[in-house]
């Protein structure tokens, strides 16, 4: 199996941009996925095939890929962003991996 | 309204068993792979199985294989976790998850999950 790695936490002010990385060897042949969640709710998708964006999200949210690292990028920070932020990948195999989560902090 | 709702969960003792049950709502079920999720008290989201819209390809995480079982009846447009040998770090809320893409893909709908408590 293969492992992805986040910062275990990300603080950003109101209006400025957060990033938070995602890291696995896996990811130049795999596509990363984002998913946002709250406490006490279920996760969200935001992001997939490394940088589409689901219906419904908003535009503030994109997602990048660069070698083995990919990156979720949140323009315009809001206080209702802060939340829990999980990448995931998967492949062929049938092996299916969850980062260890970041969580964001407004300000 | 498009959604999933797991019911099931609870507290067993270690070694026991419990089934889980997830209803779909509001798409076609049988177009859809699924899945389930867990995540432990405090802590990170952790894969636990996938089913094929068919029932043809089934896959398990390392920690289950071998205790957990997962089905679906497309008629009844429900998906199931059979949980066996019951360990205390099964401890979770499970969640079912739609799945989408290629392979197991990623997950575009969720269930609000169940409690699972595994202690004596």
């Known amino acids: 199996s293969y492992e992805l790695t986040q910062p275990p936490s990300v603080s950003v002010s109101p209006g400025q941009t957060a990033r938070i990385t995602c890291s696995g060897d896996a990811l130049p042949k795999q596509y990363a996925y984002w998913y946002q969640q709250k406490p006490g709710q279920a996760p969200v998708l935001v992001i997939y095939k490394d940088s589409e964006r689901p219906s419904g999200i908003p535009e503030r949210f994109s997602g990048s890929s660069s070698g083995t690292t990919v990156t979720l990028t949140i323009s315009g920070v809001q206080a209702e962003d802060e939340a829990d932020y999980y990448c995931q990948s998967a492949d062929s195999s049938g092996t299916v991996v969850f980062g260890g989560g970041t969580k964001l902090t407004v300000l | 309204e498009v959604q999933l709702v797991e019911s099931g969960g609870g507290l067993v003792q270690p070694g026991g068993s419990l089934r889980l049950s997830c209803a779909a709502s509001?798409?076609?079920?049988?177009?859809?792979?699924m899945n389930w999720v867990r995540q432990a008290p405090g802590k990170g989201l952790e894969w636990v199985s996938y089913?094929?819209?068919?029932?043809?390809?089934?896959y398990y995480a390392d920690s289950v294989k071998g205790r957990f079982t997962i089905s679906r009846d497309n008629a009844k447009n429900s998906l199931y976790l059979q949980m066996n040998s019951l360990r205390a770090e099964d401890t979770a809320v499970y969640y079912c998850a739609r799945g989408y893409g290629d392979y197991v893909g990623y997950f575009d709908l969720w269930g609000r999950g169940t409690l699972v408590t595994v202690s004596s």
């Open positions: 509001g798409f076609t079920f049988s177009s859809y792979s």
């Open positions: 089913i094929s819209s068919s029932s043809s390809t089934i």
